[in-house]
């Protein structure tokens, strides 16, 4: 497999976009992956609709799960007056906002990873769901679900299982059906130092701008990596990502972390891959 940045693009053109993808700023990706992935979903939201106009509610809705959301499809067909919503809103922002307001107000920390975060430092690009990383205990739980029961698909069942085997949950914002991935904080070093740095990112407009936590840029490469082995380096779109941050972050990247941590995580080999042009 190759392991280009854009392995379909002339090299000039990747020079020509990473350098002017560098003067963009994070908070500038992040409106443009958000766009984006209110337009591609409202699009197959649509297209859902149009499919399933026949049915009644019940139906739309277990079909609807079966379709976008097969993982949680049985769970998630018991909720009850559903409605595929398709206003023209920045639905990320919609489905996140109540969410990160909680947290907050519970005390509880987070940081954001996954394709959210590497297309805030590298290219945007479309996602239908947003990754984060919690310290959960088994306290809040009760808390977390009260509060957001309303707005929200959760199950308590499914967090306090995340928490025994320090795996994630998933809950869906139902206004949107914008998914959330929520992963519990493992207790290790390279975990435990990655939280530590993440860092603050203001997101949206005015009154409706909020305040996010973004995992760096070193560790969404580091984590990505992971990803990539884990997933048998099979993945062509983890890599791009990888390569694409890597290339525009590459004059403030802290070097010697990303080393240090892919020699400890067995994830020097790839690391050096990513460095060569």
Not at 26 to 48: E, G, I, N, P, R
Not at 81 to 92: A, F, P, Q, R, S
Not at 213 to 231: A, C, T
């Amino acid at each position: 497999m190759s392991t280009g940045p854009l392995n379909d693009t002339d090299p000039r053109v990747e020079a020509f976009l990473h350098e002017n993808l560098k003067k963009i700023s994070t908070a500038d990706k992040l409106k443009q992956t958000f766009k984006m992935s209110h337009f591609v979903w409202q699009q197959a939201k649509q297209a859902f609709l149009k499919r399933a106009s026949t049915k009644s509610p019940q139906e739309q809705n277990k079909l609807f799960a079966e379709i976008f959301f097969p993982e949680l499809a049985e769970h998630f067909a018991r909720q009850k007056d559903v409605i595929v919503n398709t206003e023209n809103k920045l639905e990320i922002l919609e489905a996140l906002s109540p969410f990160l307001k909680t947290l907050e107000a519970l005390g509880i920390d987070y940081q954001i990873v996954g394709s959210v975060a590497s297309s805030a430092y590298g290219a945007a690009r479309s996602t239908r769901d947003i990754d984060l990383v919690c310290p959960l205990d088994r306290s809040k739980v009760a808390l977390l679900v009260s509060a957001l029961k309303n707005e929200y698909y959760i199950d308590p069942d499914m967090i306090h299982e995340a928490i025994n085997t320090s795996g994630s949950f998933n809950i869906i914002h139902l206004k949107t059906m914008f998914k959330l991935d929520v992963f519990i904080l493992k207790n290790t070093p390279y975990e435990t130092e990655s939280f530590s740095r993440k860092h603050p990112e203001a997101l949206g407009e005015n009154q409706d701008q909020i305040q996010i936590y973004l995992s760096s840029p070193e560790d969404v490469i580091i984590s990505k990596l992971n990803w990539y082995r884990l997933g048998g380096e099979a993945s062509e779109r983890q890599w791009l990502d990888i390569k694409t941050v890597y290339q525009v972050q590459l004059g403030s990247l802290d070097q010697g972390y990303i080393t240090k941590w892919c020699q400890n995580l067995g994830l020097l080999d790839l690391w050096e891959k990513v460095k060569k042009k």
